[in-house]
């Protein structure tokens, strides 16, 4: 048996995914011209290697070639993330490249399984059986396969790799991870809950678990792109929510927030990537004042910053306004939205100002501007976020497939949702005034030592650092346990072949196993 | 070069077969002019055929790598091509008995060759290979005593035909033999509790006969094991539920093998221990006893060949290179051997199952067969067998790409690494790629192998 694998199936969805991954790439490329100056080769070998791997994910034909350039990626990132060969890059990798097989485990078991059920790996097949196939396994194989694009896409509870694997990678790769590598897994759900027209209360509760943790989480670091990376796990909660909801609004509102999560996560990771490549600095206490010095990275940062808080007429918006409509009406829904928008506005205040405002330290006297790639990447993600936050209608129903009725007709300029925003803004700013005044930022004097205790009891990294640790020490264990002893070994055999004999004397073999 | 020309002599006459055996057809030969029930008869047929390619193969890229190593002389080569040839007896034999010789012959060159440096530590588990090898073969020779007795036979195929009826009148001396041969093949191809000379022999042997050991003897072990346990119990025992016991020894090698992988401190314990764990895949594979679960596990078998003996090769020359054994000392070898670093990179996703390489395929067919089985408690070791083989391997690759400086151990001069070490691991990286991208290849020399095995 040979399981053929197959390409180039370009519909609507991997038409959609297709423009936005290589005109993403290539800003990483021009951007990292200049910022990447060691082991070029290396880089470059693995960048265009992780290309690769997003491409071949976005035109497999069937789930194995999927799986395939899904592994390939993964690969190419774990080298790119341990790019900088520090010291804390290598378990940062570590965790990421686990998880990442373990996601990639279980999506080739539920491909496997489908393809016992079908006879094929083809989604294009798997469409036109899917109403014939038995619910019960089909549940079953869509919910390993979820699992496994969680963990790809990073969603609360699988997230932890997210926040470690960001801040210590090169910032072009940071932009990348948050931009295209964890908008594959996404891209695989929809097209599986498409195929399956399920959908998800599962997905649902996680976007919206992710939507609070994530910017609750980001609210209180310290270290600029580490709260990027927790802010991505947010934004990545209004995707899941679109999807769950599963209507031809929330789908749609889904992937118009892929893209453009895409660009302004992309863009502000850039932004802060220009910060670091004049100041090397990551901490938040040691930069300020840095809008005049760096006037194009700081008028880009600020396009950026407004359109991840949803404000109108950035691309941030729009999306956002088709999720929100697509909880119809829906209260507690509705309620998380606005708070995580609210949340969201206080933590991009506060980066704002900490980075670009206030006064400039002694030690940054002499940054400046960063050469001609970086701000040409800047400038045309910039440029992006607010064409598509003018012209939402047209960009949609252009490129976002899966376009229904409810799509094409939707009044983005509509008053209840202009009122929506309005208030998340204002909730945003007296969440900022009231965690400056407190102390809850991690900026500013305060009390922060009972937060942070607070918070580590939410933290799910310990338990998978404290699971790692329990397997490592029972490892340590079993290397004890076992002697390095001739009689040992030999007394080893003997009772292998008593055992044998017993197991087989008594038909105990027939029942286990 | 008497050996490489020995080498070609043989691929030579392996060669004319080829075409037969392919198609189906079994080429016999009796020693002597003998026939089949009385003398010794030698078979080609569709198994050995494969195992044949397979051990001229990592033979050939064995012999490569050692040539540079001005440090063998005539005894090693004569040793090696003993071993080599001893390994093709094993496979092609059609004799109990002179199956049993040949394993001898195989045991007696490995234990001069793993003492081959005259350390005291390669002599220690240079004896412990042979006693306990010795004390399990016993059991062997008492299976082969107990059969003759029973049968008035040693030809494999007289006594394949009389099983059944042994078993009709005396389950219990069947399982009998089933569990000595089981022991003593076992500790051939490095099951669980009889694995324990591996890590130590592995480790002390100089790096062509590691890679000899875990490339070429282990894997005769499993050939062993497929060979006889199909010809002979295959309608009795295997189709009455034995595979499980086969598949339990073989879940209990993965994991503990690769949870021990992970705590090792020295690079070649490491690899050892891992393959044990990849046996213990093959072995799932083995007890499955389906088409596809066997059609796995001779792949992995092929896979885990090149895999492994290039990976033991990569560590050699790292090792004779910087003079360090630990793992946790390799730091900041890829700035002094890039090229090196990225062969074992590649190697290594191999063993993990990464595609496009080609232990993904092999670990995709025994994934599969055990799903066909609908066995998720086996599906859920083999995704913790395989996340344990990714840390442990991610654990070395990590400690190459280090930013410490690369610095030679303390008065240590480095042995000079010719091209032949480079080419031979080379080679082995380009033909995993190879295979994994066109599993085709290895595919199609299984094929007659499966219709041996299972008529």
């Known amino acids: 048996m040979i399981f053929p694998t197959s390409f180039w199936p370009v519909d609507s969805l991997s038409f959609f995914m297709l423009i936005m991954v290589t005109m993403l790439f290539s800003l990483v490329f021009v951007y990292s011209l200049a910022y990447v100056k060691r082991n070029l080769f290396r880089y470059y070998f693995v960048l265009l290697m992780a290309l690769l791997g997003i491409l071949g994910t976005i035109l497999a034909k069937d789930l194995l070639s999927f799986y395939i350039c899904l592994e390939l990626m993964t690969v190419a990132v774990y080298f790119l993330i341990v790019d900088n060969t520090k010291k804390e890059s290598f378990p940062a990798g570590f965790k990421y490249v686990i998880m990442m097989f373990a996601g990639g485990l279980f999506i080739l078991v539920a491909a496997l399984m489908l393809y016992n059920l079908t006879g094929t790996f083809e989604f294009a097949v798997f469409a036109r059986v899917a109403h014939t196939l038995p619910a019960e396994s089909i549940k079953l194989i869509l919910a390993l396969f979820v699992i496994g694009c969680l963990i790809e896409i990073g969603a609360v509870p699988f997230h932890v790799w997210l926040p470690d694997a960001h801040p210590i990678a090169p910032s072009p790769v940071s932009a990348l991870l948050s931009g295209l590598v964890i908008k594959i897994g996404a891209y695989g759900l929809i097209r599986m809950l498409f195929i399956f027209k399920l959908g998800m209360q599962l997905l649902i509760w996680v976007g919206v678990l992710s939507m609070i943790f994530g910017v609750v989480l980001a609210i209180r670091q310290t270290n600029i792109k580490r709260l990027l990376a927790y802010s991505s796990i947010s934004q990545m909660g209004y995707v899941l929510l679109g999807m769950g909801i599963g209507t031809s609004l929330g789908i749609g509102g889904g992937l118009f927030h892929i893209l453009n999560h895409a660009t302004f996560k992309m863009l502000l990771f850039l932004c802060l990537g220009a910060v670091i490549y004049a100041t090397r600095e990551r901490e938040l206490k040691n930069l300020g004042g840095l809008g005049k010095r760096m006037p194009i990275t700081a008028a880009t940062f600020c396009i950026g910053a407004l359109a991840i808080s949803g404000i109108p007429p950035f691309n941030g918006f729009a999306s956002k306004a088709l999720i929100v409509s697509a909880t119809a009406g829906n209260l507690w829904l509705k309620t998380a939205l606005i708070i995580t928008a609210a949340g969201t506005t206080a933590v991009f205040l506060k980066l704002f100002l900490q980075v670009f405002w206030g006064e400039l330290p002694a030690q940054l006297k002499k940054t400046n501007e960063v050469p001609a790639p970086m701000c040409f990447s800047l400038l045309i993600l910039a440029g992006i976020c607010l064409v598509v936050g003018l012209f939402p209608g047209p960009v949609l129903n252009k490129f976002v497939p899966l376009t229904g009725i409810a799509l094409l007709h939707f009044e983005f300029w509509n008053f209840k949702l202009l009122v929506d925003t309005t208030m998340a803004v204002f909730l945003g700013l007296a969440i900022y005034f009231f965690g400056v005044r407190f102390g809850l930022l991690g900026v500013g004097e305060g009390r922060g030592k009972e937060n942070s205790t607070l918070l580590s009891y939410l933290s799910v990294d310990k338990f998978y650092c404290g699971v790692a640790a329990l397997i490592e020490a029972l490892c340590n264990m079993l290397k004890k346990v076992m002697r390095r002893s001739l009689n040992v070994y030999l007394l080893w055999i003997f009772m292998a072949l008593v055992i044998l004999l017993f197991v087989l004397w008594c038909p105990l073999w027939k029942i286990t196993i | ?455």
């Open chain 2, 1 to 455: 070069m008497v050996a490489i020309f020995a080498w070609l002599a043989s691929a030579f006459v392996l060669s004319t077969t080829a075409r037969s055996v392919l198609a189906g057809q079994v080429i016999k030969y009796n020693l002597g002019g003998w026939p089949a029930p009385f003398g010794i008869s030698l078979q080609v047929d569709g198994l050995s055929f494969f195992f044949a390619v397979l051990v001229m193969l990592v033979g050939l890229l064995i012999l490569i790598y050692s040539l540079g190593i001005y440090l063998y002389a005539r005894r090693f080569y004569s040793l090696l091509m003993i071993a080599l040839s001893s390994i093709l007896g094993i496979i092609l034999t059609r004799d109990i008995f002179n199956l049993y010789v040949f394993f001898e012959m195989l045991a007696v060159a490995s234990y001069v060759l793993i003492t081959y440096k005259h350390k005291p530590r390669t002599i220690i588990a240079s004896f412990k290979y042979l006693v306990m090898t010795e004390a399990t073969w016993v059991f062997f020779l008492l299976s082969i005593a107990i059969l003759y007795s029973l049968t008035g036979s040693l030809n494999m195929d007289v006594i394949a035909v009389q099983i059944p009826g042994i078993y009709q009148a005396n389950p219990q001396i069947v399982y009998v033999v089933f569990s000595l041969m089981m022991i003593s093949f076992g500790i051939k191809c490095g099951m669980f509790p009889l694995h324990t000379w591996i890590p130590e022999a592995h480790s002390q042997a100089p790096t062509p006969v590691s890679g000899l050991l875990s490339g070429l003897i282990l894997k005769v072990g499993l050939y062993a094991m497929l060979r006889i346990f199909y010809l002979f119990f295959g309608a009795t025992l295997l189709t009455h539920g034995v595979g499980n016991v086969i598949i339990f020894f073989g879940i209990v090698s993965l994991i503990f093998a690769s949870a021990m992988a992970l705590v090792q401190i020295e690079i070649k314990r490491m690899l050892a221990y891992s393959s044990i764990s990849q046996i213990g895949f093959i072995l799932i594979g083995v007890g499955l006893g389906t088409q596809l679960g066997l059609q796995g596990a001779l792949f992995h078998i092929f896979n885990h060949a090149l895999i492994k003996t290039g990976l033991f090769f990569c560590a050699g020359i790292i090792i004779s290179q910087t003079g360090f054994w630990k793992i946790h000392q390799m730091k900041g070898v890829w700035q002094q051997m890039p090229g090196l670093t990225i062969t074992f990179c590649l190697l290594s996703l191999a063993a993990i199952g990464i595609p496009p390489l080609n232990g993904f395929v092999s670990k995709l067919f025994v994934i599969q067969a055990v799903l066909l089985k609908h066995n998720y408690l086996i599906i859920f070791c083999l995704f913790l067998g395989i996340l344990l083989t990714a840390a442990c391997y991610f654990r070395v690759i990590q400690m190459f790409f280090s930013p410490e400086e690369f610095h030679h151990k303390h008065d240590f001069r480095p042995n000079p690494v010719g091209h032949f070490e480079h080419l031979t691991v080379y080679a082995f990286a380009f033909l995993c790629l190879l295979i994994g991208i066109f599993p085709a290849l290895v595919i199609n020399l299984i094929q007659p192998a499966l219709k041996v095995l299972l008529p």
